[in-house]
């Protein structure tokens, strides 16, 4: 039976909390898939909880249940809902916040599925909802109450085979990665075993992800599509009926691989401990995505495995494209206010970002000249704004083919120790 729970806006008094929760005390080791609609348009947003389902046993941080790094464009609280103490908060960004941004979602309205994931509360909690505004300050969007009685049984999916292909620990505090394989028909089975491997192995190809193995699960899983391939390549328009509804040309960007069936993507990879995903997808054409804490994609290709790190960089370090041009109808980021992307500056606020990694010799803005090749700086031209927005290097894998700079390793490596230490 499928159970509706309409928001319901309750005011709290917020308790500030300090980082000293312990996870026993509040939490059982399950977790528990919010199923939510997340609906509106540009500046007009809502959310519901549809359904609520436990799945596996917790793969997150047990130690850092207060996520404080405030990146992304959504912040998911759980409060006790007697004390209103903050037990549990993750920051995320979301597909649904791209498109209204996108001229369609600034005259129309649109119903976007999402998954939260939360550690199983012992007793009834409030889940907060909350986005940025135009200012990029958190603003309160829906409070729901929620307790074990809104569980359902779920068996609309059945136990896939999952193996690791990266294995190093206790999923406790290791970084679990799980790949799903998009577009491999029974047909497939053996390419697909074989591009789970190599496409693990792209993760590590490139560092700080090559130093970081001995902290990292990778896990695969089988999961065959009705037909070969990713849908979308001709059909602007498409909307693939497929049970993963994998395809291209995802809000008008020809390369952009995403998906919005993220219920049925999450009820197919319910049972295995994951933190981040990965679709690999099974296609020779260019393209892929990535969100932050949402999930990122890619296709496979040897010739160019920085793609998945690429967008893997977006979807778990926050990161934001280092190159100016757009083939989107998608906004990005604004230059009118500090963004939230790790290695992006408006020059704004930019004392949150990278300026203590520059020498002070440095000017900013920084000249795009041979003296500053291999130099951080502040170089004009960055998430899809040739002015007004400035990235740390001049070239850099959030760019092109080329490593990481020292700002985005950074970034990776902090993010690596959060989900880690
Ligand atoms: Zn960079």
Redesign the pocket.
Known sequence: MKRFFSFIIVLIPYVLSAQNINFSDYFDNKTVNLECYHSGRFALEYYTIDNSYISGEWAGTRTKLLDNNDFGQHKVEVLDANTKKLLYSRTYSSLFEEWSTTSEGKTSCGNFEEVIRIPLPKSKVIIGFNSRDSLGAWKKIADIEWDMSMIIDDNSTQTRTHYALHENGNIKNRLDILIIPAGYSTEDSLKMRKDLKMFSEFIFSKPPFSKAKDKINVWGIEYFSEESGIPGLKDSKLNPNTELGVSYNTLGSPRYIMTRNLMNLHRIIKDIPYEQIIIMCNSEVYGGGGIYNFYATSYVNPKNSFVVVHEFGHSFAALGD?YAQNDSDVQGATENIEPWQV?VTALKDFSKKWGNMMEKTTPIPTPVTEEYKEKIGVFEGAAYKAKGLY???QD???RSDKP??P??TRAINNMIDFYTE
Request: hydrophobic residues 35%; contains cysteine.
């Open positions: 280092e290695n990235r740390p290097y850099c894998l959030m990481f700079c700002v985005c």
